[in-house]
């Protein structure tokens, strides 16, 4: 039976936007991925015109009020937000969200911040959340170079989860890809010591360029003496993921932890 959502929120409006520094009033202004954004910085991903089924569309407009929240230039405040507080993880590009949904069921102490820019993937982790009345997620649909630097305080974080982010193969387009040095010193200034960045990729070029970033980043140390990592658990295989095994394809985790 799928439980009520709004059970789990906290009461409206507060959505844990904090007022910016001098106690002046967040902004009113709310920009989401059909406003333009990426400005100062190269964006990973590109607007495409995505086919979006009627009950993604219908997830939108119905369950975007619950448990979206907007991109402010203020910080979030996460205990407000989740109407408790919790470890708080981010994943940055969950896709159609079924991978978070899993993780969240799995580890119902932590809270999970989700930030993806597509309407077909935000509606259908809508319409998981609603169907599975899984508490413990909220989702920004914003850039999340701009969400990171303007939203989440520095220190506050448990993880940091970037599942196969967009490898941009072409070595002309690899500028584009996410993992990049100062996306990566940014993120580790908003994990707390202690807390932890786990990234996975099945392109072996990436996973080469992932581990140079984050080994040469200082504040960041690797779990693992071999470079990459076992699979962890607590990331379910996806079913791309194992058709990709069973067909000899790579897939490369990485975990490396806030000093």
């Not at 009020?65 to 708080?88: C, E, I, Q």
């Not at 699979?231 to 990485?254: A, I, M, S």
Request: aromatic share 8%; charged share 20%.
């Amino acid at each position: 039976m799928t439980t009520s959502p709004n059970s789990h929120l906290p009461a409206q409006p507060d959505n844990g936007l904090a007022a910016p520094a001098g106690d002046a009033p967040a902004p009113d202004n709310v920009i989401t991925s059909t406003a333009p954004s990426g400005a100062g910085h190269i964006r990973s991903f590109v607007h495409r015109r995505a086919h979006i089924t009627p009950g993604q569309k219908e997830a939108l407009d119905r369950l975007m009020p619950l448990w979206s929240l907007p991109y402010r230039r203020a910080t979030l405040d996460f205990a407000k937000a989740f109407g408790r507080a919790a470890p708080t993880v981010l994943e940055i590009g969950f896709g159609m969200g079924e991978t978070t949904l899993k993780i969240a069921e799995a580890r119902p102490n932590d809270n999970f911040l989700g930030i993806e820019v597509f309407n077909a993937g935000v509606g259908a982790m809508l319409k998981r959340i609603d169907e599975s009345g899984q508490g413990n997620i909220r989702i920004i649909q914003h850039d999340a170079v701009e969400v990171a630097r303007d939203m989440i305080a520095p220190d506050s974080l448990a993880g940091v989860h970037i599942y196969f982010p967009d490898p941009w193969p072409k070595k002309r387009h690899h500028k584009r890809r996410l993992i990049q040095p100062a996306f990566i010193a940014l993120l580790a200034s908003r994990i707390a010591p202690g807390g932890y960045i786990h990234c996975a990729t099945d392109w072996e070029n990436y996973a080469e360029q992932m581990l140079e970033v984050l080994s040469a980043e200082p504040s960041l140390a690797n779990t693992s003496p071999d470079g990459y990592a076992p699979r962890p658990d607590f990331r379910p295989q996806t079913k791309f993921e194992t058709r990709g095994l069973r067909l000899g394809h790579g897939v490369w985790d990485l975990i490396f932890t806030r000093k």
